[in-house]
């Protein structure tokens, strides 16, 4: 069950006895800890250490209204995900837990805390007071982060923007600053990044981002789960051209030497689909034959357009169009005759 632990707000403390408890008597509580173990959480990840046990720990507490109250540990035992209580057939995450119950009024307190590979308490819940004077309690455990960048109270990415062309990188940083302005960043990696619109832009790796075939601009967002902090960067992605299509003059037959007829017209499109403005292409003819311009610049419709005089050649003939600085070509048929 690797990875797969939500932290809830509430432990259900359920005791299996009647509801006066006989001094020195062992009584058996019934603790429900389904909201803690149940659905992958979102607040952990790889580089913080995934959960991959719990830490329950029960105190009986002496003069418990008082500063110098006494506690004693009566149950501690780490749930793993090896553990029977947590096989992933089970629908509940029910454990039983023996208590010594001397006074139906006595106090206890309840922690639980999650363990991560590294074996450092990342989550802490507790510690919530009970009794057992009104019968079966109920305890409210607020949960705390408390790994590497506990402290945070804000997360800032930086630059602010940035620009990129389609298959172009640009990089992106983030740091956690606590209350006085210091950076708290743990040593890991602990902060995730998503794109808003991968289309337009995509992240690469954390902070690495690499424009995508759209055009348009498009939010990154940095993210350090366990506290819920969140900044977020714009990226303006241009598309490039990916292709061009034949609008009019292909397929043409015209005397060799001669020019023809109709000029060749070919629209450059970018890999979104959008017309191609402002693009250069070269057209290199066959053999003695010669075009005007020999390079052309795509208008806001994305069109190019040339006049070809074919070659001396007879028969088909091929004009070659070449995106400068692009591994975009198209050709262009012709026939020449006699």
Known sequence: MTG????????????????????ARRATLELDLGSVWAAQTSA????IGEVRGVRLVINRVENASRADAKRTAVFTKLYGEDSPEFAEDKDEYVVQVELQVFDAKEQFEAVLQAINSRGDTVFRAGPGAFSFANGKPTVSLPVV?????????????????AATTSGSSAAFSAKLLDASGRDVTPSVNAISWFSLVPDVAFLRGPGA???????????IVAVFEPLRLADTVTVTNSSVPGRMELVSGGGQTGVAGTTLPLPIRVRVVNLDGTPAVGVAVRAIPPGGGSTNPVEAVSGADGIIQYVWTLGQITGGQTLTLNVVNRAVSFAVFATSIR
Not at 7 to 21: A, D, I, N
Not at 44 to 47: A, F, G, S
Not at 146 to 160: E, H, M
């Open 4 to 23: 797969r632990w939500r932290w809830g707000v509430w432990l259900g403390v359920l005791l299996g006895c009647g509801e006066t408890v006989a001094p």
């Open 209 to 219: 981002v690499q424009g995508g075939p759209r055009g348009g601009s498009t939010k």
């Open 44 to 47: 952990t990840n790889d580089n």
């Open 145 to 161: 982060y408390v790994g590497p960048g506990a402290t945070a109270v804000k997360l800032q990415a930086s630059p602010r923007s």
